[in-house]
């Protein structure tokens, strides 16, 4: 058989083949799909890259699910990536049906953003003072409550030194929450917050 006859499923293959090998060398931001109704009706709206405005995309600003299908994804209240930050996930299979699902008072999202994706293992670090001072713990994994694990539930400054993770000022993954990427946060203000205050902290899930 001539080496480039075609075989029904190869090319579907091959083509999926090197869709995978392509985001595993130049990387990928994911995909994540919008939903202006719960439970995933309604007008949607799929994104592969970061989204300024929403209404640029004759999507309204009105968001009540998402679904992930691969990376991780922050919605911003407000354009340009300001305002509250909302986290999509893989967490429980990348499905939100409601938004009550991302912490969030309302349905107002009107920019998103892909996460960026760190291969090192997850570790942070975090300091009770600003400027990398007072009291410092060592984290590797999930912390669903800061209080009860190290007495502490004031971080002013945080080193991130592999993966993503967000930091929620309520126990139990509650509450308005912050996204930090690999970099240094000199202040809470770095990562957006008005405030020390953090109550629970976890790893973002990229699959």
Not at 34 to 54: H, I, P, V, W, Y
């Amino acid at each position: 058989m001539n080496i480039f006859t075609k075989v029904p499923g190869l090319v579907q293959q091959t083509s999926k083949l090197g869709s995978v090998l392509q985001r595993a060398f130049y990387g990928s931001s994911g995909r994540v799909t919008l939903f202006e109704q719960r439970n995933f009706a309604g007008r949607k709206l799929d994104l592969s890259s970061d989204c300024t405005r929403l209404s640029d995309k004759n999507f309204p600003e009105r968001c009540n699910s998402v679904q992930v299908e691969s990376g991780a994804w922050v919605g911003y209240e407000h354009e340009n990536f300001r305002g509250r930050q909302y986290l999509w996930d893989m967490s429980d299979r990348g499905e939100y049906n409601c938004y009550d699902r991302w912490c969030a008072q309302g349905d107002h999202i009107s920019s998103v953003r892909a996460v960026k994706q760190d291969n090192n293992p997850a570790r942070a670090q975090l300091f009770e003072r600003a400027g990398y001072s007072g009291k410092k713990m060592e984290i590797q994994d999930d912390i669903p409550n800061l209080m009860s694990r190290y007495s502490l539930n004031r971080v002013a400054s945080i080193r991130v030194l592999g993966g993503a993770w967000v930091v929620y000022q309520e126990p139990n993954y509650r509450g308005p929450h912050y996204i930090l990427e690999k970099r240094d946060y000199n202040n809470f203000s770095d990562w957006g917050s008005q405030n020390s205050t953090i109550g629970s902290m976890r790893r973002v899930r990229f699959n």
